[in-house]
């Protein structure tokens, strides 16, 4: 009935109670408080085991530690949002696509949209940008600085039929990475833009299959824009005798072609061991005592020479052969390595050669979609045998071992390269992966004592660095300063940028990031910007390339390895920043759109795209990059940076800045045209017509020198004004000098009567058809 005097006081109305600490124990401390701050999300597999989440992303620690994969998932709040945003996208494309779709569809549009806008309307207002939860990490990078909506140009959609005819089935699906994918965006970007400023309504415009685009096709149709050659023929005309070799003179010639130029970047082939097996053939065949040799052996040789027979037509060897020659080489090839049932039978280490091999002709000859197909089937032979995972066979020696893995990453180089190139995804799924990087050592060295070295601690040998150790070079599997400069170190700083143009394309541009935050997003380009950062500063000496210059003199040994690395350096930072370059379809005024953020990483792209043109030297040499540099993929890299080019001068506003982009753009068209190769010149083609259209409509001053493309050749005529100004007899005499003042066709064994002729009736035609004079 009577209560305590303290119960009574907490019973007194304005009292209120008072919490009393806890009692220490005899002998015990004061024991500092835990730091128990809480994670914004714990992942799926900390929840389920019902342990604490260190919160890290991609993976946290116990998932790391248990290699198992990380997931989180998001809030019903933030989920709801995603859902809500891409509703709003879908509404956007919709109405971008009404005034492109057929009447019956553009009504089912129409009808669509009118009952979903009132909704659409209704959520915009309450839609709040997303906080992030973890006030240190908003405090490193804001989130609110982050692109604007995604718009369609950035991501994969097929928007035509590809199983329509052969041509659209040679070029297949090209994705939004890709060089030929950004030009066929600014063609549209133009198309819609000049719709706009005639006002036409709807009815009048011209329809998908009456409107062409810029002279190339239809402008809907990828295939209008790609400068690839996979619609050619891979056949042969006449019959060809599998059993048929060169003469041992020119064997030995084109392998020295394949060996200079192509080994280094790609080391398919023990290099000492085949070489020396060949020589051992030829020596018997000169002796009229060859051996029949293993057909799968055969198709490796005839691909070797195939290879080095197209680059002999590129550099015009004096002793090279008939121009098809390297087409009869591929023939041979396939009917010896994939002959019978050899597809069925189990793969070896030969077919495996065989199949890169011929994905790699595929490649030097432009023909980037059968090389795709071809380099992906010689990775799953390699999954089949192995080869991407850590060899520990007792039996084999650490020479056989480092083979195999050279094999395994020049595939991998080979497969990053053609999925830059098509924009099509990778089947590597790197976690998988466990073989170690190329040891730094030249391929000649003997590596029975390699083990000896630190390379080999199992520290340094794997190749894709967790989240916690990203910040550091050397535990991310850069060695830094103890990188000597040979073939297998340069292998292995190619596979190591190739793994971060995977990260960047799989971030970016694949349909993932449609479920991605924003800030993600944005996070994603500043962190790869800093792993491009660590990459480059881990070069070693004789490969580095300072303020992205490269000194192409040939008193500093390497110059292949550094313009290579250049190049792909350069391209890695293209496709990084490119979403940030433009951005077709985006509202202007969006106050969410991050101006500083998008505008240093537009500048950083635009300036990656003009150190290719700066790598160049000023007057075209096209055995400058046939020579030094890679052949194989230089028009993918020109026709890269030009596309950036043009897309930042539909953006700039800055006339000088106009100019000297129009001046970088015309200088690697100038290299296209005079590459005299079939690929080169198709892309000269379009990348000269874009850059007269986007000069057309936005009205940039492109006066300057004249260009020509005649038979092949990108004839330059010095600066005057309209093409119409020129006459007859002056076409005549710039032709004359082109074609005949420095050894070309004819030069002094040709009779002056004849060169006078032909260069009449070339000029002669010229102007009564009033062939374009491209004004560049």
């Known amino acids: 009935m009577s209560g305590t005097p303290t119960s009574h006081a907490a019973s007194l109305p304005g009292s209120r109670k008072i919490a009393i600490p806890r009692l220490q124990r005899l002998g015990q401390g004061i024991v500092p408080p835990r730091d128990r701050q809480r994670v914004p999300r714990a992942c799926t597999a900390c929840r389920n085991h019902k342990i604490k989440c260190s919160g890290d992303t991609p993976q946290c620690n116990h998932c790391e530690t248990a290699g198992r994969e990380c997931v989180y998932v998001l809030p019903r709040r933030d989920r709801l949002k995603i859902v809500t945003d891409r509703c709003i996208q879908m509404v956007a494309l919709l109405k971008d696509l009404k005034d492109r779709a057929a009447d019956d569809d553009g009504a089912k549009i129409v009808d669509l949209l009118d009952a979903v806008e009132e909704d659409m309307s209704e959520s915009r207002p309450t839609s709040a940008p997303s906080v992030p939860d973890n006030d240190a990490a908003a405090g490193e990078l804001d989130h609110h600085l982050a692109f604007p909506i995604i718009n369609t140009d950035s991501l994969d959609l097929l928007e035509e039929d590809l199983l329509r005819d052969q041509s659209a089935r040679a070029t297949g699906f090209v994705g939004k990475n890709s060089e030929v994918q950004w030009l066929r965006s600014l063609a549209l970007h133009l198309e819609r833009s000049e719709d706009e400023s005639t006002k036409l309504p709807s009815a009048e415009r011209a329809t998908t299959e009456t409107r062409p685009s810029l002279g190339f096709g239809r402008i809907e149709q990828v295939a209008s824009f790609s400068f690839y050659r996979d619609v050619d023929d891979v056949d042969f005309d006449h019959d060809i005798d599998v059993n048929e070799l060169p003469p041992p003179d020119v064997a030995e010639r084109l392998l020295g072609c394949y060996m200079s130029t192509v080994h280094s970047s790609f080391p398919i082939l023990p290099r000492k061991s085949f070489e020396l097996n060949l020589r051992k053939y030829l020596q018997a065949v000169r002796a009229g005592t060859a051996p029949r040799l293993n057909e799968k052996w055969r198709s490796i040789l005839n691909l070797v020479f195939a290879i080095g027979a197209k680059h002999s037509h590129l550099v015009k060897a004096s002793w090279r052969g008939d121009e098809h020659d390297h087409l009869a080489y591929q023939v041979r090839a396939r009917a010896l390595g994939f ?139 850069y060695v830094g300063s103890v990188l000597a400069a040979n073939d297998g170190s340069f292998l292995r700083v190619t596979v190591q940028l190739g793994l971060i143009t995977q990260n960047i394309v799989t971030s970016l541009y694949s349909a993932g990031t449609l479920i991605r935050s924003l800030g993600d997003i944005q996070h994603d380009i500043v962190q790869y910007s800093q792993r491009l950062d660590s990459w480059l500063g881990a070069l070693p000496s ?109 953006t700039s506003v800055n ?43 936005l009205h940039v001053d492109t006066s300057g020198d004249m260009f020509l493309m005649v038979s092949g050749h990108l004839i330059r005529f010095g600066q005057r004004g309209m093409a119409g100004a020129y006459t007859t007899v002056e076409l005549q005499n710039s032709i004359s000098s082109h074609f005949f003042s420095n050894g070309e066709p004819g030069g002094k064994e040709q009779s002056n009567v004849k060169q006078e002729g032909m260069c009449r009736s070339i000029a002669t035609t010229l102007v009564r058809y009033d062939v374009h004079l491209f004004q560049t």
């Open 542 to 650: 004789e490969f580095r390339f300072h303020n992205q210059q490269v000194d192409v003199s040939s008193s500093r040994p390497h110059v292949r390895e550094r313009l290579c690395l250049c190049l792909q350096h350069c391209s890695a930072r293209i496709m990084l920043t490119r979403p940030c370059l433009g951005g077709f379809g985006q509202s202007a005024k969006d106050a969410s759109v991050p101006k500083a953020f998008m505008t240093q990483m537009a500048d950083i792209c635009v300036e990656a795209a003009t150190t290719m043109a700066d790598l160049l030297p000023d007057q075209p040499d096209p055995s400058f990059v046939y020579e030094n540099g890679p052949w194989w993929s230089i028009v993918h890299h020109l026709m890269q940076a030009v596309s950036v080019i043009l897309i930042a001068l539909t």
């Open 655 to 697: 006339s000088q800045g106009a100019i000297e982009l129009v001046g970088c753009a015309k200088k690697m068209i100038w290299w296209l045209g005079s590459m005299q190769d079939p690929q080169a010149e198709r892309a000269c083609y379009i990348a000269l017509g874009t850059l007269e259209a986007v000069a057309d409509r």
């Open 339 to 477: 002959n019978g049932n050899v597809l069925a039978s189990p793969p070896d280490l030969p077919l495996i050669q065989v199949a890169g091999l011929l994905a790699f002709y595929y490649l030097s000859t432009g023909q980037v979609s059968r090389a795709w197909v071809m380099v992906g089937m010689a990775i799953r032979f390699a999954f089949a045998l192995g080869l991407h995972v850590r060899n520990e066979d007792p039996s084999a020696s650490p020479a056989k071992r480092e083979i195999l893995s050279r094999i395994w990453w020049s595939l991998y180089a080979l497969e990053r390269l053609l999925n830059s190139i098509t924009g099509r995804p990778s089947i590597i799924v790197d976690a998988s992966c466990s073989v170690p990087l190329p040891l730094p050592f030249p391929e000649g060295l003997s590596f029975d004592h390699a083990g000896e070295t630190s390379l080999l601690n199992p520290t340094h040998s794997g190749v894709f660095p967790s989240s916690s150790s990203s910040n550091n070079p050397s535990s991310a599997g």
